[in-house]
């Protein structure tokens, strides 16, 4: 096994074997230049294409360098991980509905995101549509890896989730019965116990941060085939794939299928880069491009689950979003970094310290916030009841904010509307033609609430379509103030114009959720 390459003589698909002495080296070095030059440009005695080199004594080198210069492989590598890696066979006994697809995909049914994300490893290896329906026992196939000799293992959530009996194979081929010690759905991780040994090879999950362009190797059990090995590159670092907000994927384009879910992809040291659990596949197969949770992660989880059997994630209690240059730019922001506070929940850590909707955290204890997605994994990554200091842009200023972290609930529940989605229609609205915009008075439209003014039509055409406004939303803000009708919205608007802004921010709240939404101004 070799190094990263640092020149020709290290790179990775050739190796030294014997050696030869500096004198050698040079002869060596001097022919094989020759030879090219020859072959390049024509000078120097012509032997015809069977050979470069220009007489009998550098043609003995030429061989020579065939011998020293051979291709290798992982087969090295292979053996020496290969035992460390499992497959996982689960039994799920379950009542599958008429409408029940058993797919296993995180995404909404018919989404073009549920469409082309695709778990690998669901019950039966079955696309969905094509699984039993009624009663019965329902076989899932996927994979997995010890980290340690006495018997616990990683998989995936996806896999064991729901599963009344674990079973795996080793690479020997034997089969022990295993149970399920913890699981993190936010993660898709999984930490299992094998039971019946004592002395499993295990794998070390790497220390180091892979880098764009190293190679991996993926071991699992794809299509339940058991021991397969594959091979490829890193294609790209911290992908988000919609599947929450801890995304933080590594790309890999070594082949994976249905059955490599919770397998490990390895890099050159033998050590666990990431473990697999998603591909983007329009057709349900390898097309390149699969996604490993990294080792990092794995590691902090998997403690949780050996300790407690659960994960506990700090919370700060706000709805976040991230800073778009368009609303960098209505704040007055030199870039779009940082994550733009949407609304504080209430009697969460953050509100109870000051927090506002609009706000933007730029800091988390010194260390900068690139985006939404940073400060919610920094956030997570923190234990409960850890003191915390975010720095905070609040209405142009910098503050700095302490403030203690709570406890992420197990699930946030969104907030309900406020009445049905019938909102009357006696009350058309007046226009706001430089959004492009019909608005009217929350109190004066059924179910839309007291505050702010409720969106009765959206021109097709405005740059607030463009934006995601649709009929039935309720601004609540217009460039940080309050509005109650479309006046305070023109002045509102206004006043930006007055101000030099190009950009007016709004907070909108949609479907019960709010968020800020950018929109250019109109020129006159």
């Not at 009542?95 to 073009?112: A, E």
């Not at 295993?178 to 019946?196: H, N």
């Not at 506002?356 to 916030?369: F, L, Y």
């Given at each position: 096994m070799t190094d990263r390459p640092t020149d020709l003589s290290s790179f990775p698909s050739y190796r030294q074997r014997g050696s030869l002495s500096s004198a050698r080296k040079f002869a060596l070095m001097a022919s094989v230049v020759a030879g090219l030059g020859a072959a390049v440009y024509g000078f120097g005695p012509s032997s015809g294409p069977?050979?470069?080199?220009?007489?009998?004594?550098?043609?003995?080198?030429?061989?020579?360098?065939?011998?020293?210069?051979?291709?290798?492989?992982?087969?090295?590598?292979?053996?020496?991980?290969?035992?460390?890696?499992?497959?996982?066979?689960?039994?799920?006994?379950?009542?599958?509905?008429?409408?029940?697809?058993?797919?296993?995909?995180?995404?909404?049914?018919?989404?073009?995101?549920?469409?082309?994300?695709?778990?690998?490893?669901?019950?039966?290896?079955?696309?969905?549509?094509?699984?039993?329906r009624g009663h019965g026992v329902v076989t899932g196939q996927g994979s997995g890896f010890f980290i340690s000799a006495d018997g616990y293992a990683v998989t995936n959530n996806h896999v064991v989730d729901g599963a009344d009996k674990?079973?795996?194979?080793?690479?020997?081929?034997?089969?022990?019965?295993?149970?399920?010690?913890?699981?993190?759905?936010?993660?898709?991780?999984?930490?299992?116990?094998?039971?019946?040994?004592?002395n499993f090879q295990f794998a070390k999950l790497s220390d180091g941060k892979p880098r764009i362009g190293d190679w991996v190797l993926a071991v699992g059990n794809p299509f339940g085939l058991g021991g397969t090995v594959t091979a490829g590159i890193v294609s790209a670092m911290g992908r988000d794939i919609g599947n929450g907000p801890y995304d933080d994927f590594i790309q890999i384009d070594a082949p994976v299928n249905k059955g490599n879910s919770g397998g490990p992809a390895f890099n050159t040291d033998g050590e666990v880069m990431g473990v697999n659990t998603a591909i983007y596949s329009p057709s349900g197969g390898s097309v390149?491009?699969?996604?490993?949770?990294?080792?990092?992660?794995?590691?902090?989880?998997?403690?949780?689950?050996?300790?407690?059997?659960?994960?506990?994630?700090?919370?700060?209690?706000?709805?976040?979003?991230?800073?778009?240059?368009?609303?960098?730019?209505?704040l007055g922001l030199k870039k779009a970094e940082g994550a733009l506070v949407a609304e504080p929940q209430a009697n969460g850590p953050a509100a109870k310290a000051?927090?506002?909707?609009?706000?933007?955290?730029?800091?988390?204890?010194?260390?900068?916030?690139?985006?939404?997605?940073?400060?919610a994994r920094t956030i997570g990554g923190l234990a409960p009841g850890t003191a915390v200091k975010l720095n905070v842009l609040h209405k142009g200023e910098d503050k700095v904010i302490n403030l203690t972290l709570g406890t992420l609930p197990n699930q946030l529940e969104a907030k309900a509307d406020n009445g049905n989605d019938d909102r009357g229609g006696a009350t058309r609205g007046t226009d706001v033609p430089k959004?492009?915009?019909?608005?009217?008075?929350?109190?004066?439209?059924?179910?839309?609430?007291?505050?702010?003014?409720?969106?009765?039509?959206?021109?097709?055409?405005?740059?607030?379509?463009?934006?995601?406004?649709?009929?039935?939303?309720?601004?609540?803000?217009?460039?940080?103030?309050?509005?109650?009708?479309?006046?305070?919205?023109?002045?509102?608007?206004?006043?930006?114009?007055?101000?030099?802004?190009?950009?007016?921010?709004?907070?909108?709240?949609?479907?019960?959720?709010?968020?800020?939404?950018?929109?250019?101004?109109?020129?006159?």
């Open positions: 069977a050979s470069i080199f220009s007489s009998p004594a550098q043609a003995q080198v030429g061989n020579e360098v065939r011998k020293v210069a051979q291709p290798i492989g992982f087969a090295d590598i292979v053996e020496r991980v290969k035992p460390s890696v499992m497959s996982v066979k689960v039994n799920i006994n379950e009542k599958i509905t008429k409408d029940d697809s058993g797919d296993d995909s995180p995404f909404q049914p018919g989404s073009p995101m549920e469409r082309f994300f695709r778990r690998f490893g669901g019950p039966d290896g079955l696309p969905p549509g094509m699984r039993p674990v079973e795996v194979t080793t690479d020997d081929g034997k089969t022990y019965s295993a149970k399920v010690i913890g699981s993190d759905a936010r993660t898709d991780l999984a930490l299992i116990k094998v039971e019946g040994g004592s390149g491009i699969a996604f490993s949770i990294p080792a990092a992660t794995v590691k902090s989880i998997v403690a949780q689950l050996k300790d407690k059997g659960s994960v506990s994630r700090g919370w700060i209690g706000v709805q976040i979003q991230p800073v778009t240059s368009e609303i960098a730019d209505s000051g927090i506002e909707s609009g706000d933007v955290i730029t800091a988390v204890n010194g260390a900068s916030v690139k985006d939404a997605r940073e400060l959004l492009g915009l019909t608005v009217a008075p929350a109190n004066s439209v059924a179910g839309a609430g007291k505050e702010g003014v409720v969106v009765t039509e959206v021109d097709p055409k405005s740059a607030a379509a463009e934006r995601g406004f649709k009929e039935g939303d309720v601004i609540l803000e217009v460039a940080g103030k309050t509005v109650a009708s479309a006046n305070d919205v023109r002045d509102a608007i206004a006043a930006a114009k007055n101000d030099n802004k190009n950009v007016v921010l709004m907070r909108v709240k949609s479907g019960g959720q709010s968020r800020f939404v950018a929109i250019p101004l109109a020129k006159g």
